[in-house]
C-alpha cells in the first residue's frame, strides 16, 4: 500500500522527481532521486515519525519520548539528529518552529511505502 503524504505543487514535475523522497517502512529504507540514503535507526525513526504526522508541530521533549522512547538525554540531540538527517536529504522535509520544535514541511515530497502485512 502506497501513502503519499505531500507533494510539493511548485516544483516542475523534473524537480519534484529529483526531490522525492520515499520511505520504505517494511525494508526501513529511504531513496531520495532513485538513490537509497544511509540512516541510523535514530534518524530513520524520526523521519518516518515526522511524515506519519504532518502539519503537527512536536517539542524536543516529545521527540525523545517518542521516537528515542525516553526523555533522559538532552533536547540537543534531537537538533543534533535534525540536522544529520537535513544534510543527508538534502531535500527540504523538517521546518523548524522557532521556539516550540519541528514539524514536517507542508510541501515536503515524501511518499511513504507501508508494510502489505500491517
Do not use: C, N
Amino acid at each position: 500500500m502506497t501513502v503519499v503524504a505531500h507533494t510539493s505543487l511548485h516544483a516542475f514535475p523534473s524537480q519534484r522527481a529529483a526531490q522525492e523522497v520515499a520511505i520504505d517502512v517494511a525494508a526501513r529504507q529511504v531513496v531520495r532521486a532513485g538513490r537509497e540514503v544511509p540512516l541510523t535507526r535514530l534518524e530513520f525513526d524520526l523521519l518516518l515519525f515526522l511524515a506519519r504526522h504532518p502539519r503537527r508541530v512536536f517539542t524536543r521533549d516529545h521527540l525523545l519520548r517518542s521516537v528515542w522512547g525516553y526523555a533522559i538525554a538532552g533536547p540537543r540531540t534531537v537538533d543534533v539528529h535534525i540536522r544529520r538527517l537535513r544534510g543527508k536529504l538534502v531535500t527540504p522535509v523538517v521546518r523548524t518552529i522557532y521556539g516550540v520544535g519541528y514539524r514536517l514541511e507542508d510541501e515536503a515530497p515524501i511518499t511513504l511505502v507501508a508494510d502489505e502485512a500491517a
